[in-house]
């Protein structure tokens, strides 16, 4: 299967709102004697509330319309079964994982979509979400986090640390008496929830 990555440029600016929404004037459009009038938009912008919910309901919308069934199991994950072959496309926000035998049809759902909206084409796919994407040899994957955990060990000052087979060393002495509780324990509560998926896991 090829798998390619692509990317929707400005995607929240392609919804469209429902509701009547009003924005002050920016600084260098306000006319002499007009202050007091307001904008009305006619698109989504960014970091309106409503702007995730209208991008989605918009590029739904014309997945579904061009046959692609959305998964049950996972709203992100949509697939469509065309000439005997299955085409599946993933979507976080605006960036796609579009996967099919072919490069042809790759090709030509891009073209679809590039009908609709501005998309990117960043080829095969290596980088997704914070994971590290490589196609082995017989075409497994091999997905790591190696950046991320390296960035994580190099903010808290634990890039020259030693690795160990273990989660503790076992040589470490056992924590009998009584030890001086941390005087602040944000920065162990930031190293905790570094979101570190994992170090590496295999996927065929």
């Given amino acids: 299967m090829k798998v390619k990555n692509f990317d929707i440029k400005t995607a929240f600016l392609n919804g469209d709102i ?17 202050e007091h009038l307001v904008c009305k938009l006619q698109r989504s912008l960014y970091g309106f509330k409503q702007s995730a919910r209208a991008w989605n309901t918009k590029v739904n919308k014309i997945l579904l319309a061009n046959g692609f069934v959305r998964s ?6 949509y697939s469509k079964f065309e000439h005997g072959k299955w085409i599946y496309v993933l979507m976080y926000v605006d960036d796609l994982i579009v996967v099919h035998e072919s490069d042809d049809a790759i090709v030509k759902f891009a073209k679809l979509m590039n009908k609709h909206f501005t998309m990117n084409d960043l080829g095969e796919v290596s980088y997704y979400l ?18 991320k955990i390296a960035a ?3 903010q808290f000052g634990m890039k020259d640390t030693k690795g160990a087979s273990t989660p503790m060393d076992t040589a470490y002495p056992k924590l009998e008496g009584e030890y001086d509780l941390l005087p602040d324990n944000e920065l162990y509560r930031k190293a905790v929830g570094g979101n570190v998926v994992c170090g590496y896991c295999y996927s065929s």
């Fill in 18 to 34: 429902e509701e009547d929404l009003y924005m002050s004037q920016p600084e260098s459009y306000v006319t002499h004697g007009e």
């Fill in 72 to 77: 049950k199991a996972d709203q992100c994950l």
């Fill in 130 to 147: 914070g994971i590290q994407i490589e196609r082995e040899a017989d075409g497994s994957f091999l997905l790591s986090q190696s950046a």
């Fill in 152 to 154: 994580i060990l190099d």
